[in-house]
Antibody, heavy 121, light 108 residues
Framework: QVQLVQSGAEVKKPGASVKVSCKAS????????INWVRQATGQGLEWMGW????????GYAQKFQGRVTMTRNTSISTAYMELSSLRSEDTAVYYC??????????????WGQGTLVTVSS | SYELTQPPSVSVSPGQTARITCSGD??????AYWYQQKPGQAPVLVIY???ERPSGIPERFSGSSSGTTVTLTISGVQAEDEADYYC???????????FGGGTKLTVL
C-alpha cells in the first residue's frame, strides 16, 4: 500500500535550519511529484513548493524562495524539505504529499503523517 | 500574490445539502481541488480537476465550476462530514499553487 512516512518532530532555535524527510513506499517514487504543505496550529494549509523526483526539478512559493530547498534521494525513495533562517512563525506541522502530474495535476492523493517543527529560543 | 476566497464557515442539518464556494480570478483557467481535513489528521482529497471524485470518496461529494467560482457540494450531509474543507488551485500561469483559507463545515 502507498505510504509516505515523515521524520519525527523537531525543535529548533531561531536562525537555525530544519530538514524534514518523507520516505515513499508502495509505488514508483519517480512517477509522482512531491508537494510540501505546512499548517500552523489552528490555521489553514499553506503550499510551500513541489519537486519532481525523476528530474529533481523544483518550484517554490514566492514566500519561501531563498529559504527552502527540496531535494530527493531516489535510491531510498525519500524526499527532503529543508527550511533555513527559521523564525517563530515557521512553527507548524509540515506535510509531504504525492501528486500525479500527467499534462494536468490530479491532486495530492496520499499524504505523510506530518512533522511538527517548533521554533523557540 | 494570488488568493482563493472561501467562506469561513457553513452550517447545515443532517440530510441537507452543503455548498462551499471558492472564488479566484484564475479559476476559469486553472483546475480546482478540494480537501477535507478532520482535527489532528492529514488532509484527504475529495475532488480533483473541478469535478472528478477519487475512488473511495462517497458519491454525495461533488464539484462544479462556473466562471471565477468553484463549488463543493455535499448532498445528504452526514455527521461524519463535519470537517474543514480547503480548495486549492494555481495562479494564471500555473506556476504557483495556493490554498483557500478553509471553510469549517458544522453539522447541526
Amino acid at each position: 500500500q502507498v505510504q509516505l512516512v515523515q521524520s519525527g518532530a523537531e525543535v529548533k532555535k531561531p536562525g537555525a535550519s530544519v530538514k524534514v524527510s518523507c520516505k515513499a513506499s508502495g509505488y514508483t517514487f519517480t512517477s509522482y511529484d512531491i508537494n510540501w504543505v505546512r499548517q500552523a496550529t489552528g490555521q489553514g494549509l499553506e503550499w510551500m513548493g513541489w519537486m519532481n523526483p525523476n528530474s529533481g526539478n523544483t518550484g517554490y512559493a514566492q514566500k519561501f524562495q531563498g529559504r527552502v530547498t527540496m531535494t530527493r534521494n531516489t535510491s531510498i525513495s525519500t524526499a527532503y524539505m529543508e527550511l533555513s533562517s527559521l523564525r517563530s512563525e515557521d512553527t507548524a506541522v509540515y506535510y509531504c504529499a504525492r501528486e500525479l502530474v500527467d499534462i494536468v495535476a490530479t491532486g495530492n492523493d496520499y499524504w505523510g503523517q506530518g512533522t511538527l517543527v517548533t521554533v523557540s529560543s | 500574490s494570488y488568493e482563493l476566497t472561501q467562506p469561513p464557515s457553513v452550517s447545515v442539518s443532517p440530510g441537507q445539502t452543503a455548498r462551499i464556494t471558492c472564488s479566484g480570478d484564475a479559476l476559469p483557467k486553472q483546475y480546482a481541488y478540494w480537501y477535507q481535513q478532520k482535527p489532528g489528521q492529514a488532509p484527504v482529497l475529495v475532488i480533483y480537476k473541478d469535478s472528478e471524485r477519487p475512488s473511495g470518496i462517497p458519491e454525495r461529494f461533488s464539484g462544479s465550476s462556473s466562471g471565477t467560482t468553484v463549488t463543493l457540494t455535499i448532498s445528504g450531509v452526514q455527521a461524519e462530514d463535519e470537517a474543514d474543507y480547503y480548495c486549492q488551485s494555481a495562479d494564471s500561469s500555473g506556476t504557483y499553487k495556493v490554498f483557500g483559507g478553509g471553510t469549517k463545515l458544522t453539522v447541526l
